[in-house]
């Protein structure tokens, strides 16, 4: 089945610092990628996808590119505030009903 | 149009206590999902309705049933709760028209079994 490897946090930053964070996948056929965030309290919301490969998923100032040949959706900002504090989620998924999670990667970004 | 909503959210429950957890859309999607999510573990596959009429197990059924009542609403019954059943719930739901894959969650429900 689909599986998600991502990278393990937590992340602390400080406010305007770049942010990387890792997502790689294994599954079948031809997914679309995405990333959900979960600030706290809350349900997951869609934050960007991408639906074929070196497509570039953006919102909010976040980005990820959809690389078929490394099987990888890293997520990245150039300058990160307080307010993006939250756990970011990787999964892929596809026409098989179901998306595939990663554990999640908690983001904390300090003043 | 208030997406996905779910009730309640937030309930205590003793060991061997039942309760349903509800949850309802107004997107017209096809596909429901139930989640579970624990600290480290991420988010879990409980059940799956693909349609109307249909439900699958999903990655930890085990302890729970659910009911598709119609294309808008699906519950998560826990029949005698046990601790280990202490998690947040989420439900979501989806429409595979178009190519677009993406799931739609709800608030949660956060469940306390002592």
């Known amino acids: 089945g689909d599986s998600v490897t991502q990278m393990e946090g937590p992340v602390t930053l400080s406010e305007e610092a770049f942010l990387t964070i890792n997502c790689t996948y294994t599954a079948t056929g031809y997914p679309s990628l995405f990333w959900y965030v979960q600030y706290p309290g809350e349900g997951l919301q869609l934050l960007l996808k991408?639906?074929?490969?070196?497509d570039k998923g953006s919102n909010k100032g976040f980005e990820a590119t959809y690389r078929k040949e490394t099987t990888s959706f890293h997520l990245e900002k150039g300058s990160v505030q307080v307010s993006d504090s939250a756990v970011y989620f990787c999964a892929p998924g596809g026409s098989n009903y179901k998306l595939t999670f990663g554990k999640g990667t908690l983001l904390t970004v300090n003043p | 149009n208030a997406g996905v909503t779910q009730t309640p959210k937030f309930q205590v429950l003793k060991t061997g206590q039942s309760m349903t957890l509800q949850c309802a859309q107004d997107m017209n999607h096809n596909s429901m999902y139930w989640y579970r999510q624990d600290p480290g573990m991420g988010l879990r596959l409980i059940y799956y309705?693909?349609?109307?009429?249909?439900?699958d197990k999903g990655e930890v059924p085990n302890g729970y049933n659910v009911s598709r009542l119609n294309k808008r609403e699906f519950s998560l019954r826990l029949e005698s709760a046990a601790p280990s059943q202490t998690s947040v719930y989420f439900c979501?739901?989806?429409?595979?028209?178009?190519?677009?894959?993406?799931?739609?969650f709800g608030p949660g429900t956060r469940l306390t079994v002592t």
């Open positions: 991408a639906t074929k490969a070196d």
């Open positions: 309705s693909a349609s109307e009429g249909t439900t």
């Open positions: 979501a739901s989806r429409d595979l028209a178009g190519g677009q894959y993406e799931q739609y």
